[in-house]
């Protein structure tokens, strides 16, 4: 099952983060490469997100991509798209209402992320409005793992995007999926979505102009057994017409980022909001100690007790090195996602850079520290 999840950082450091998956272009093996290479060089308004994940311009200052790429990061994160070989930053996120977070799930996978600066001279796809998918021609583009449908996605990445072709097979209240052929079925250039190209453009074009019909989300096969990518599996996406008035209302009302709130900056020790208050004083405490028993009895206060039955002690182990690395945080503000997440901007004296702290915190009392991630974080504006 292909899904593909943006990297939170380079770099990072991260604890008790639980391990992610990721989806490119899956050709006919009897299609040249240069032939995908060259018709995806058609789309210039197929981007990337961090040249990690698939993006569309919808608007000179708006783009979409798939929901599940990045409503698992942290905050103080620099997100940027690439379109045209053209850096622009984005200013910020908006997951659509509906999703369910992790869900391997089509209907409501989607976001959408407004520019800093509008994107010159490309023009944007209109957005797919009729309910008449079924059967219609479609050019999928990406940049993920290339691979044939006999093979399945294979090494890595590619950096240069690439393009198949395919055609609607069913149409869902907000789903449309296609299925991989085998030849001599399907379409000249027939082809699915790979790893790495999650949030990539579904694109049909009529009359001269290009729309957007979808938003790559998922395929049906499974790594595990290396169904993956290959033929007659089906690959699964957000369908546009069904989200066309959602986008439009968005872009109209231009509102705040839906994944973090705005950075807060602190006000004295104990500053922290809410139930978080007495969690972030104590691991800081700890953490600034120095000492990796400090890190045992913060475990013991305010983690709930160990799945494997291991002690506070063995829990803690292996944080000296961590200690000894960056020395001494320094907070500087947070955000919050919620009332049972916050994320803290830290500065690190000893190693000279911007870090980040998130506590997810147990939805029921006595609200104990469910996990705490660290990351090499974007300095402050």
């Known amino acids: 099952m292909r899904r593909a999840f943006l990297p939170c950082c380079l770099a990072a450091v991260i604890i008790c983060l639980a391990g992610s998956a990721a989806v490119a272009i899956i050709l006919r093996h009897d299609v040249e490469e240069a032939r995908s290479i060259a018709l995806a060089a058609k789309y210039p308004a197929a981007g990337t997100l961090q040249e990690q994940v698939g993006c569309t311009l919808i608007a000179p200052q708006w783009a979409v991509t798939a929901a599940h790429t990045v409503e698992s990061n942290p905050p103080f994160i620099n997100y940027y798209v690439v379109f045209g070989g053209a850096r622009y930053e984005v200013e910020k996120l908006i997951i659509h209402p509906a999703r369910v977070r992790d869900a391997v799930d089509s209907d409501n996978d989607i976001a959408l992320l407004k520019l800093k600066q509008?994107?010159?001279?490309?023009?944007?796809?209109?957005?797919?409005?009729?309910?008449?998918?079924?059967?219609?021609?479609?050019?999928?583009?990406?940049i993920g793992k290339l691979g044939t449908g006999l093979t399945g996605p294979v090494g890595e990445k590619t950096k240069v995007a690439h393009a198949a072709t395919n055609r609607i097979e069913a149409t869902f209240e907000k789903s449309l999926v296609v299925t991989f052929d085998a030849p001599p079925g399907g379409t000249e250039l027939e082809g699915i979505g790979g790893p790495g190209d999650s949030g990539g453009p579904i694109f049909y074009e009529e009359g001269g102009k290009l729309y957007l019909m979808g938003v790559s989300n998922f395929n049906s096969g499974d790594p595990a057994d290396k169904t993956e990518g290959r033929y007659h599996t089906l690959d699964g996406m957000c369908r546009i017409s069904s989200k066309r008035r959602w986008i439009q209302e968005i872009i109209a009302a231009d509102p705040p980022d839906t994944m973090w709130s705005p950075l807060k900056k602190l006000k004295g020790e104990g500053g922290w909001p809410g139930m978080a208050k007495e969690r972030a004083t104590a691991f800081f405490k700890a953490w600034n100690s120095g000492q990796e028993?400090?890190?045992?009895?913060?475990?013991?206060?305010?983690?709930?007790?160990?799945?494997?039955?291991?002690?506070?002690?063995?829990?803690?182990?292996?944080?000296?090195?961590?200690?000894?690395?960056?020395?001494?945080?320094?907070?500087?503000?947070?955000?919050?996602?919620?009332?049972?997440?916050?994320g803290v901007l830290v500065y690190s004296e000893r190693a000279k850079i911007w870090r980040g702290v998130l506590f997810e915190l147990e939805e029921s009392k006595p609200h104990r520290v469910r996990s705490i991630k660290m990351w090499d974080a974007a300095a402050p504006i």
Request: charged residues 20%; proline residues 9%; hydrophobic residues 35%.
């Open 118 to 142: 509008p994107v010159n001279g490309i023009a944007p796809a209109l957005l797919y409005e009729k309910d008449d998918e079924a059967g219609k021609p479609v050019t999928i583009v990406g």
């Open 293 to 342: 028993a400090m890190i045992a009895k913060f475990y013991a206060e305010h983690r709930p007790p160990s799945a494997q039955g291991l002690t506070p002690e063995a829990r803690a182990k292996g944080w000296q090195e961590l200690l000894d690395t960056y020395g001494a945080y320094r907070p500087y503000g947070y955000a919050q996602h919620g009332a049972y997440t916050l």
